[in-house]
């Protein structure tokens, strides 16, 4: 029995409250948790981008796969691995986009997700960065490249 599907969606979700917590050990843990849910769901990455702020996607999927199960796995997998580095350093928004893709779209949509760098330049993932709200208390953690210290808070 043979099956043929061309099922591709362009995903998008943000971070909570669109703050830039997303850093370059993110997108490292972004990779990885893809990889992961990919291999649970059988949802393909196609092309993707990790912004400081929000994500962007290009997946085909079988017809019986859920985009919402592979969405829920790579920002759980995301957020529990980048947080593990640095407690709160990820928090994610609610929910996600999606929009279907016909094949005739499918590089017109790679190539504006690959472009996001040059579209949105201020919100590349930095290096490393300070925490000023990891969304968790008490303490706030300031992040110094390896090291992890706690940063005085107001008395």
Not at 9 to 15: D, E
Not at 71 to 97: D, E, H, M, Q
């Amino acid at each position: 029995m043979h099956h043929a599907f061309q099922l591709y969606a362009h995903l998008t979700w943000h971070t909570w409250e669109r703050r830039g917590c997303l850093d370059q050990n993110a997108v490292q843990e972004f990779a990885v948790a893809a990889r992961n849910a990919t291999r649970v769901t059988g949802v393909r990455v196609l092309e993707s981008a990790v912004l400081a702020d929000h994500v962007h996607v290009l997946v085909s999927s079988r017809p019986s796969s859920v985009l919402s199960d592979f969405v829920r796995l790579v920002k759980s997998g995301t957020a529990y691995r980048a947080n593990f580095r640095i407690p709160g350093a990820v928090r994610w928004g609610r929910g996600f986009y999606a929009a279907s893709v016909s094949k005739g779209h499918l590089r017109r949509v790679a190539a504006y997700i690959r472009k996001q760098d040059r579209h949105h330049p201020d919100l590349v993932p930095k290096k490393t960065r300070g925490l000023a709200n990891p969304g968790r208390q008490p303490g706030v953690y300031q992040y110094t490249g390896m090291a992890r210290t706690l940063a005085a808070g107001p008395e």
